[in-house]
């Protein structure tokens, strides 16, 4: 399991550009596992800042 993205602007989209760069050089059958761990970070941190 990765570590959680931060909720802040410019380190999530840096982090989340990582995320895809080392989900790309993994075995495909790997992604779908990598892809719902971000997925869930996404829904998180958005739902964060949902009230501003």
């Known amino acids: ?3 959680e993205l931060s909720v802040d602007g410019s380190s999530l989209v840096e ?3 990582n995320e895809l760069v ?4 993994m075995a ?3 992604h779908a596992e990598r892809y719902e761990v971000l997925h869930s970070a996404l829904v998180k941190s958005l ?3 949902d009230g501003l």
């Open 15 to 17: 982090e989340v550009r």
């Open 47 to 49: 739902s964060s800042i």
């Open 1 to 3: 399991m990765q570590p």
């Open 22 to 25: 080392e989900i790309d050089s």
């Open 28 to 30: 495909i059958n790997d």
